[in-house]
C-alpha cells in the first residue's frame, strides 16, 4: 500500500460498501449504511469528502451526481491495517498474532483449522520447507 493512512471504523464501512459494489454515488453509498448506523445524508457526504482528501477514495466529478470509487483494494487494505496492526502490538510476530488468535480470544473452529493447516501446507511448499 502507497502510505495511505489507515481508514477509521467509519471510513471502512464505505470502504467495504465501495469494494462490494464498486463506483458509487454518495447517495448510494448512503443508502447502502445509512440504516445500520442512523446516518445522515451529509454526514455520509462529509466523511466521503474527508476520505478524498486523505487519498484513500477517488471522485469522478464530471457529471452532476460525483462518482467516488475506492482507490485501494479490499485485499490491500486488509494486509496493510494487519501489517500495522502486527507491528504496533506483536512487534511484528506473525506466529504471536496468530497465536493468540487461534488460542485464547476465540478458538477456531473445525472447518477454520482446515483452511489454515492447507495455508501451512502452501507456505511450506513455496518456501521449500516440507511437512
Not at 76 to 85: K, N, Y
Not at 109 to 114: G, P, R, S, T, V
Request: charged letters at 25%.
Amino acid at each position: 500500500m502507497n502510505q495511505l493512512p489507515a481508514p477509521t471504523p467509519s471510513e471502512l464501512r464505505i470502504l467495504k460498501s465501495l469494494w462490494c459494489e464498486g463506483p458509487s454515488t454518495v447517495r448510494e453509498v448512503h443508502e447502502r449504511i445509512a440504516s445500520d448506523h442512523g446516518l445522515s445524508y451529509t454526514t455520509t457526504l462529509k466523511q466521503m469528502q474527508i476520505m478524498h482528501a486523505k487519498g484513500l477514495v477517488e471522485r469522478d466529478d464530471s457529471q452532476r451526481a460525483h462518482v467516488f470509487r475506492a482507490v485501494t483494494g479490499e485485499d490491500e487494505t486488509q494486509r496493510a491495517m494487519l501489517d500495522d496492526f502486527m507491528t504496533r502490538v506483536y512487534e511484528g510476530s506473525a506466529s504471536r498474532l496468530v497465536m493468540q488468535a487461534l488460542g485464547i480470544s476465540r478458538p477456531a473452529d473445525a472447518n477454520e483449522l482446515a483452511e489454515i493447516d492447507s495455508l501451512i501446507q502452501k507456505l511450506r511448499e513455496q518456501t521449500g520447507t516440507g511437512a
